[in-house]
C-alpha cells in the first residue's frame, strides 16, 4: 500500500515537472508573460514532399528549429505578394484570401500544405488577409498574437522615426521591406525584432470597421490622428457595420508617407482586400504554458 | 519491481484520467476560473533591487505565486504606484514611464526594469499606473493582463452591495481604497476577491476611446461603452468600478473612458496566467 502511494506521487510528480518544462520557449520566440512570441516577422514557405521526403522539415518548423538553409535544401518556396521588392510566389487558390483553404491530399492532419516561420535574413511575407495569416500561423500550432501580447512584446523597441539609417535601425522611412532581423538596433526590451516598422502586423483583434484608408498621399483629409508619440492611430468609428482586423506598429514607407510607425501605431485594416495590403504581414505568437 | 511499476503507471494513468487531477492546476495566488488561472487580489506593485542577483530567488517566487508581502519587504522591495496618502506608494521610476517603453536595471539577466506584479492579500493595491505599466508590470511576472471575458468570468457571484458599504462588504462608497482581501465578503464563486469595487480593473481588451458618453447600464452598474464618433483613438477597458462609485460599481461596471496612458487613484489591475 506504501509502495503504492509512493508510486502514484511519483506518476504525479511526473506529470507536474512535465507542465512546469513546458514553459520554456522554443528556439524561434522568446518568453514574454504568458506567450512565446515569435522573435522574427513571419515568413510563409509552401513545402513540396511534405508528408514524405520533407517531413524531419516540417517537424523542424514545428519545433522552432529550421532555419533558411534547411528551408532552401527542402527547396521550400516563399509565399506572399509578388510585387517588388518582395517577388514572392502568390498564395495557392486551395489557400484563399477568404481563409477557407483546402487540405492537401492525403494529409494528416489536415494541412494547408503552407507552414509559416520565425527565422532572419528573410523578406516577411506580406499582402496576406488576416484571415491567411490567422490560418498560417494555425497551421504550425501557433496563433496570431493578441493585441495585449504585441504591445508588452514591443517594449522599448527605438523608434527610428525620419532618423531611419538604412543600416541598423528600424525601417521607418524607407521605400522597401527589409529582411528579419537585418536592423541589428530594432530589438525590444524582450528580444522581439521588427516590431516597429518594415510591414504592418496583423494582431488576433477585430473592432468595428473605421474609414477606408486613403492612398498614401500626405494631406488628404482622413480619420487618423497622431496617438502616443505620434505614431498613427486609426481606431474605430465609422458607420459602416462591418469588422477592421487590427494590425500594428507600421511599415517602411510610414514616415516618407507622413505618417509615423512605432509601438503605438495602430491601424484597423479591411480584413480582405486593404489597399495598403501590400505592406501588412504578421507575426505568430504560441501559449507558452 | 513489477508491482512497482504497475503502481507507477496506475498513478500516472490515474492523474491523466481523473478529471479533477487532470485539470489545469492553479499557482496559490490565483484560483481556477475555467481554463485560466486569475489572481485572487487586486495587483500591486513592487519594486525589487537586485532582481536577477541576491533577489533573483524572490522573483522565481513571484512567478510561482509564492511571494508574500512580508517577503517582498524583508528583502527591501517597495510598493510603487500613487505617492499621496492613504496610498503613500513610492514613485514610479522614470525607467518605467508611463508609455511602458522600461529601461532594463544595467546588467540584468534576462532584462529587467525590477517592477514586478504581485498578487497578494493585506496590501493596498497599487493605483496610478497605465494600462502600458499595467500590462508590463503582468508580464514581467510572467503573467498577462486578464481579458474581459475573463474578468466577467471571474467575478461571478460576487455580491454588490450597491452604495450601502459595511466593513466586510465590497468597497464601493468610500473615500479610500482597502486593503486587498480584507473584505470578507467581497469574493467571488471562484475564490476572486475584490472584483467589486476598491479599485477599477484595466483588462486587456482594447475598444473606442468613449470619451464620457456614459449610461447606468445592466443591473445598475455603470456603462461607458462603444464609440461616440469622435478621436480615433484606443480606449482600454476597465471592469468592476472604484471605491467611490456607489451603485455605479458592480460585477457589470464597464469603462473605455480612458485613453490607455491616462491614469487615476482609483485605477488598479489584476494579472491572470
Known sequence: MRALSRAVAVGIAALASASSAATKCPPDSVPVGTACIDVYEASLWSIPLATTANRGLVKKILKGTATLEDLTAGEAVQIGTASPPFAMTPPPDSFPANGQWTPVAGSDPPSPGLYAASIPGVLPSAQLSWFQADQACAAVGKRLLTNLEWQVAAASTPDANAADDFASTCATNTADAVPTGSRTACVSAWGVRDMVGNVNEWVGQWIPRGPDLPPPTPGFPFVCVPYLEGDLSCFGDDSAVAPSGLSRGGETRDFFDGFLSGVFAIRNERIVDDLFQSVIGFRCARDRS | ?273
Not at chain 2, 7 to 15: K, N, S
Not at chain 2, 99 to 110: E, L, R, S, V, Y
Request: proline fraction near 8%; charged fraction near 15%.
Open chain 2, 1 to 273: 519491481m513489477r508491482t512497482g511499476w504497475s503502481a507507477l503507471c496506475f498513478g500516472i494513468a490515474l492523474a491523466a484520467g481523473h478529471p479533477a487531477l487532470a485539470a489545469k492546476k492553479c499557482p496559490a495566488d490565483s484560483a481556477l476560473v475555467g481554463t485560466t488561472c486569475i489572481d485572487k487580489f487586486e495587483a500591486s506593485v513592487w519594486l525589487v533591487p537586485d532582481p536577477t542577483g541576491k533577489n533573483r530567488g524572490l522573483v522565481k517566487k513571484l512567478g510561482a505565486g509564492k511571494a508574500t508581502a512580508a517577503a517582498l519587504t524583508a528583502a527591501g522591495a517597495v510598493q510603487i504606484g500613487c505617492e499621496p496618502p492613504p496610498y503613500s506608494h513610492a514613485a514610479i521610476p522614470a525607467e518605467y514611464p508611463a508609455n511602458g517603453n522600461w529601461t532594463p536595471i544595467a546588467g540584468t539577466k534576462p532584462p529587467t526594469p525590477g517592477v514586478y506584479a504581485a498578487s497578494v492579500d493585506g496590501v493596498l493595491p497599487s493605483s496610478c499606473l497605465t494600462w502600458f505599466q499595467a500590462a508590463q508590470a503582468c508580464a514581467l511576472s510572467g503573467k498577462r493582463l486578464a481579458s474581459n471575458e475573463e474578468w466577467q468570468r471571474a467575478a461571478a457571484g460576487t455580491p454588490d452591495p450597491g452604495a450601502t458599504t459595511t466593513a466586510t462588504s465590497c468597497n464601493t462608497n468610500t473615500l479610500a481604497p482597502s486593503p486587498t482581501g480584507s473584505r470578507a465578503e467581497c469574493v467571488s464563486n471562484y475564490g476572486v476577491f475584490d472584483a467589486v469595487g476598491n479599485v477599477w480593473e484595466w483588462v486587456a481588451d482594447w475598444t473606442d476611446d468613449n470619451e464620457g458618453v456614459c449610461a447606468v447600464g445592466f443591473l445598475g452598474d455603470l456603462s461607458c461603452f462603444g464609440g461616440d464618433g469622435s478621436t480615433p483613438i484606443p480606449g482600454a477597458l476597465r471592469r468592476g468600478g472604484g471605491f467611490a462609485d456607489a451603485e455605479g460599481a458592480g460585477p457589470f461596471a464597464v469603462s473605455s473612458v480612458h485613453d490607455p496612458v491616462l491614469t487615476a487613484i482609483d485605477f488598479g489591475f489584476r494579472c491572470a496566467r
